[in-house]
Nanobody, 125 residues
Framework: QVQLVESGGGLVQAGGSLKLSCAAS????????MGWFRQAPGKEREFVAR???????NYADAVQGRFTIFSDNAKDTVYLLMDSLKPEDTAVYYC???????????????????WGQGTQVTVSS
């Protein structure tokens, strides 16, 4: 059983920065792809970023150049550094991992097996 625990959310002014953390259990980060998604009120959960076990990263167009995903395998933790935040970045941010093999689309929430409980990010204008 994989456990994911997010932290680091909060209230920040537009243009500011936040760093989210996702602590995993069981050598999850070094073995599996890790993703960040977000869900704003009344909207579907959407892809934000992904990092594979080999370090390959992908980003949603909306955050490309502003957000950075990276991992610390020794701490079994993945991070999302968010710079130049905008009010439209306001959402609950979720960490997820895919533990099964095979081809998949990293931008689909259904591609991931385990999820954290989420952390709220609010960006004021």
């Amino acid at each position: 059983q994989v456990q994911l625990v997010e932290s680091g959310g909060g209230l920040v002014q537009a243009g500011g920065s936040l760093k989210l953390s996702c602590a995993a259990s069981g050598r999850t980060v070094s073995r599996n792809s890790m993703g960040w998604f977000r869900q704003a009120p009344g909207k579907e959960r959407e892809f934000v970023a992904r990092i594979t076990s080999s370090g390959t990263t992908n980003y949603a167009d909306a955050v490309q150049g502003r957000f950075t995903i990276f991992s610390d395998n020794a701490k079994d933790t993945v991070y999302l550094l968010m710079d130049s935040l905008k009010p439209e970045d306001t959402a609950v941010y979720y960490c997820a991992t895919r533990t099964t093999g095979g081809a998949y689309n990293a931008r689909f929430a259904r591609s991931y097996d385990y999820w954290g409980q989420g952390t709220q990010v609010t960006v004021s204008s």
